[in-house]
């Protein structure tokens, strides 16, 4: 039987994914709300699904499916994809070699700058980060490996754009780090994973170095050969409520199983070769 991969929410880091295993050959299938969307993804050959809580997934959609990624975050009612769709997945369950569902490291909450790692207890601060720990039960009861990511960035989406844009800020709080993964180094440990399946695993996927913000936006003022904006304390910063939220986790993640289970050696082990690699841009 020839694989396909089913996204549920074919956005940014699934698209890296996807376009590894269209290379491949494999069929893939991804759902998302707009339009403008949908035909992004047929013109990249992916079959494209509208799909969210108001358009349930059509009855056959999963009958090819033998691999699972679920992008989708969760909302105020709780989790999208298997409120809408759990009945089909179950169904699905004995063709599917691999199910991934795609988390956040702020499920850890604060720790003051102290490590983590997958077995530590869950204590998230942020609302959408606690209904994502409450996603994760959910979805580890159907055998799903559960990627708790950190901030991504990639083509697009870097601190290279932001200084491009006019609108990187440098803003120091001493002792705030923040862990991140380029997006094509996301696409390698799911693919890893999806070759050395363990149902009910959990893996965060970041790079070898937390690091403070302000730090790489300086890098990347460095890499175009403009002056860094100047540092702004962080309690002078006037930050919106979601960017606040953000500074509110202060935390080391560890990422030693994607090295030692998955082998996983990543393309940009740090900012500095993510960055370096996006300037061609």
């Not at 169904?91 to 909450?109: D, E, F, H, Q």
């Not at 080391?252 to 960055?275: C, F, Q």
Request: proline share 7%.
């Amino acid at each position: 039987m020839t694989a396909c991969l089913f996204c549920f929410g074919l956005g940014y880091s699934a698209e890296a994914l996807a376009r590894r295993w269209l290379e491949r050959g494999w069929e893939v299938i991804g759902t998302a709300r707009d339009a403008s969307r949908l035909a992004e993804l047929e013109a990249m050959d992916i079959e494209a699904i509208a799909f969210d809580r108001s358009r349930p997934l059509p009855a056959d959609a999963l009958e090819d499916a033998t691999h699972l990624l679920i992008s989708v975050p969760p909302d105020a009612e709780g989790d999208p994809v298997l409120d809408m769709a759990e009945a089909q997945i179950r169904t699905a369950l004995p063709s599917l070699r691999w199910i991934g569902y795609l988390s956040t490291t702020g499920v850890y909450g604060d720790h003051q700058g102290a490590l983590v790692d997958e077995t530590t207890a869950l204590n998230p601060n942020a609302t959408r980060s606690r209904r994502r720990a409450e996603s994760e039960v959910r979805w580890r009861e159907l055998g799903a490996h559960i990627f708790r990511l950190a901030g991504i960035y990639g083509p697009g989406r870097s601190a290279l754009d932001d200084v491009r844009a006019g609108i990187a800020k440098r803003i120091v709080r001493p002792g705030q780090i923040f862990s991140r993964i380029h997006v094509e180094d996301i696409a390698t440990v799911l693919e890893a994973s999806m070759l050395h399946p363990r149902p009910g695993a959990i893996y965060n996927v970041c790079d070898d170095e937390a690091a403070p913000s302000a730090d790489v936006v300086a890098h990347a003022c460095a890499l175009l050969g403009v002056e860094p904006p100047p540092e702004v304390p962080f309690d002078d910063a006037h930050m919106s409520p979601m960017a606040l939220s953000f500074w509110a986790d202060n935390k080391r993640v560890s990422n030693r199983l994607i090295h030692d289970e998955l082998k996983v050696r990543l393309a940009y082990p740090t900012y500095r070769e993510g960055l370096e690699s996006l300037l061609p841009e």
